[in-house]
């Protein structure tokens, strides 16, 4: 997910256009990724790997979400999320039903549970990231840590992006992100 992020980010650079623009126009995030190249100590997969910048390994870390780095945060670990100007990402977080699945009814009983509004505000607590309903109230503690409510995701310039544009081309830029980095 990260890598189709940063792809956005480089063609938002290449093209002047802001992310929500930039998103149709990766072509010209290429030569700007590969730009990059010199400067990147590693490509992580992991949310631990965050903890690079923490230990002093890296100066920043790229794309990531907050729920890989408030809980360390909130722990007093030296992380912070940052907000550009020009944007910042949206994560959703999902769940899906599986198609011709053995227990049906069962699995909409497990999505209907998740999407409860007293199951999302424990997860969100858990994980310091927004949960996917409205409605649900945070102490302090937890809310300045959350994109949410909406209001708040807007002051911070928060971007989704066009997912059902992204997921048809996703695996053509995973392969030409694979042979810029590693070829």
């Given amino acids: 997910m990260t890598i189709v992020l940063m792809l956005m980010v480089a063609a938002a650079l290449a093209t002047g256009k802001p992310l929500k623009e930039a998103q149709y126009d990766t072509d010209a995030g290429w030569a700007k990724l590969a730009d990059l ?28 979400y907050s729920k890989a780095v408030y809980p360390h945060t909130k722990k007093g670990v030296p992380l912070d999320m940052t907000f550009p100007k020009e944007g910042a990402f949206t994560g959703i977080n999902s769940i899906a039903l599986v198609k011709g699945g053995p227990h049906r009814d069962l699995a909409l009983a497990y999505i209907n549970r998740i999407l409860d509004p007293g199951v999302q505000k424990m997860l969100s607590e858990a994980t310091l990231s927004a949960p996917s309903v409205k409605g649900i109230e945070f102490g302090a503690d937890t809310a300045k840590f959350l994109a949410y409510p909406e209001a708040k995701m ?6 989704t992006p066009d997912w059902k544009y992204i997921i048809p081309r996703r695996a053509q830029w995973l392969e030409k992100y694979n042979q810029t980095f590693n070829g």
């Fill in 37 to 64: 190249k010199p400067n990147v100590l590693s490509i992580y997969d992991a949310e631990a790997q965050t903890m690079m910048v923490a230990q002093g390994q890296a100066d920043f870390g790229g794309i990531e």
């Fill in 154 to 159: 807007e002051s911070l310039n928060l971007f």
